[in-house]
């Protein structure tokens, strides 16, 4: 019998501008055909598809995926990022006019993440408990191992002084005890485990104050818990995206894959492959530069 490992691939932070930002719906239909064409087992995009938070913008991601036979459950895995559900904008703009309390602000965030849900669901969640939302966990059995893609939303709703980028993260504590049930132990029983968040686990880190400052822009906030989690569920590997730069490193023992920034670097992607008895390798993998 031949063993069949399998291959993920990861993207992350695409930053769309619309329909009319030609160059990166070229680059990424150029991605997903490398992709095709390397028969890769499984894609995951970990949020930021879209720059603005434009409901209206998404269809283009969608499109795009249809187009190259990614927009299946099967095939391809995705979470929203600040960018996707937070519009800088409209954010100040809106509460410099109304002044609205924070949790319209809260309000607002969900709102968006139902939208989010309700265009990208058929990617997330299988819908047989009554539709896509977060945490969810998807498992895909192939013929050589059953792999697990266990999400969070980690978008913290926009406030003034607390998040006033709207890029720290957090990720809700009813998130994370939702996955410390004994039907996701049952669920992930004997998979491969892969946690998936926008956020970064580690940005720079140092002890200088300007990588402070924007650490602290940047950050997820509960990452400590968030970790906790990872590990009391065995995860083997956490993606995330967010912080623009392509990283391998480990956390507590937990392999940790950065994504890079797919706007800045569209050629650049990273691709795990697991074998049968959860070994499983990781790299950074350009494309071919000439194409025809
Ligand atoms: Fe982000």
Request: glycine content about 8%.
């Amino acid at each position: 019998m031949i063993n069949k490992s399998v291959v993920v691939a990861h993207i992350s932070d695409l930053h769309f501008a619309g329909r009319n930002d030609r160059r990166s719906i070229s680059m990424l239909g150029r991605m997903l055909e490398h992709l095709a064409e390397r028969r890769v087992d499984h894609l995951v995009i970990t949020g930021d598809l879209c720059n603005a938070a434009a409901v209206g913008e998404w269809a283009v991601m969608r499109d795009v995926l249809r187009d190259f036979g990614f927009w299946s459950w099967e095939q391809t895995t995705v979470l929203p990022g600040n960018h996707d559900l937070i519009n800088l904008e409209e954010e100040m703009r809106i509460y410099n006019a109304l002044n609205p309390f924070s949790e319209s602000r809260r309000t607002v965030l969900q709102e968006r993440v139902a939208a989010f849900c309700s265009m990208f669901g058929e990617l997330m969640a299988d819908g047989s408990d009554g539709g896509a939302g977060f945490p969810f966990v998807k498992v895909l059995r192939f013929s050589s191992l059953s792999l697990a893609f266990v999400a969070v939303n980690s978008v913290w709703p926009w406030h003034r002084s607390e998040n006033p980028l709207g890029a720290r993260g957090f990720v809700d504590p009813s998130e994370l005890k939702a996955l410390l049930r004994l039907d996701v132990a049952e669920a992930l029983k004997g998979c491969f485990v892969v946690g998936l968040c926008h956020h970064a686990l580690r940005v720079y880190g140092t002890l200088s104050p300007i990588d402070q400052a924007f650490d602290w822009t940047m950050e997820l906030i509960n990452r400590d818990e968030y970790v906790a989690v990872m590990k009391a569920i065995r995860a083997n590997v956490v993606l995330h995206g967010h912080f623009h730069r392509f990283q391998a490193y480990e956390l507590e023992g937990i392999a940790v894959v950065n994504g890079g920034s797919f706007r800045y670097v569209p050629d650049r992607y990273s691709e795990m492959v697991i074998g049968e008895r959860g070994e499983f390798s990781q790299r950074f993998v350009d494309l071919p530069s000439a194409r025809k």
